[in-house]
């Protein structure tokens, strides 16, 4: 059990999209973000870069930032910048500043932290913003919002990427025929800072292309109703009359470690407990919460950006499709996928899910398919019903679908599913290439 649960950890991190993406939806206290339309985009970029907290939004966003505000802005962009690793300058002046929240005095602090690298900024800020498309230029002696002042800093941060021709790359392909180009995105589900920004290159692929096709749309409001339905138990039982003893009882002592109540616990199936439980041995390794590292996964980004820019979205499969697949699990399969889970959170092992995920999101910044595959199948369990129902069959039945798109569609059309489906025996890339296709790298 214990080689099955090592292995377990791995394929739990590579089904995050649905379970641990939507139940902590499902659950979340609704509130309202104190934000403008015009900045919607542009903060959608910003919050993924771990430049300003995301509770800013619900405490006066709006309205005039403080000094306290824009120092932290400052000193976060500044250290994202920073991971660059650009060459500084031998000579540097910064230019002068008051340190007060005008929107002039915001515009020279952030000039100042490009302005020491060596890149064509020149010595005018307003001008090199302007120029720059980060600020118009316009109302420099006015008050900041800090909404106006995070969007700049995130501006500015992108720009500054794309001119040192870096950013996140992602493991990716592609496949067209005479009239369709298909773009192939594999995705981690959960995710860090230091993943964002992407690659010009990737974004442009994504901003030309006619639509997004994912394996779900977690945006879809009906299904998720439907999902949190089946998650739970409505026979009237609960897990205590449908695990044995001994897995009751290492639920208990994880619910007890991490304070959580068992008594909501116990009304969820073994495959849905299993996803609530998966993340908690990793929470805090990367300074974030669960939900926090679930905004930052690659589909989450995908899919909202697809949403503002108005982008048509096709289920590959779909929410609804997803949960009867782990509804329809045997009881011995969910389980044992539960067991798996609890163990490796009760008796953490040296091959932990942050070493896992760390080593992911490693090759995917830099693009090294090679790396990330070898990675992944390290991490492959032994055949069984589980590791059956997440590839297998679901790789073909998504391959064709490409394959119908390429047939009867023109246009572009940009595809992110789980890394996974990509790099396991027989994923869709080899469905592709069996009906005639070339895949080939997206970088070359």
Known sequence: MKRIGRHMIATMLGIMLMLSTVIPVIQAEERKPDISGWAIEALNEGEKYGIFPVQWYYEGFTSEVSIERVNELVALTEKKIAALQLSEKKQYSPVSYKEDTTRGDIINRLFNI?????????????????KRNISNGLGLKEKATTQQAVVLATRLVKDTYNQAQQGSKGVAWVVEDEDTKVYLLGSIHVGTPDLYPFNKKLLTAFDESDALLVEVNLFNQKELEYLAGKAMYTDGTTLRENVSADTYTKVEKVAQQYQ?????????KPWALSSTLSLLGSDDSFGLSREEMTMHGIDMYFLSSALLQEKPIIELEGIKAQTDMFDGLSPEAQEQSLVATVD??????????????????SSWKKGEILAFTESFKKTEGEDSEFNEMLFGLRDEQMAKKIVSLLEDEEGEYFVVVGAGHFTVDKNIRY?????????????Q
């Open 114 to 130: 490009v302005a020491r690298y060596d890149l064509p900024v020149g010595k005018d800020a307003v001008a090199y913003m302007t």
């Open 260 to 268: 959580l109540p068992m008594e909501q616990l116990v009304l969820q």
């Open 344 to 361: 490796s959170i009760l008796e953490p092992s040296a091959e932990n899910g942050k070493d896992i995920m760390q080593n992911w999101f």
């Open 431 to 443: 469905h592709l290439e069996q009906s005639g296709y070339d895949v080939v790298p997206f970088y």
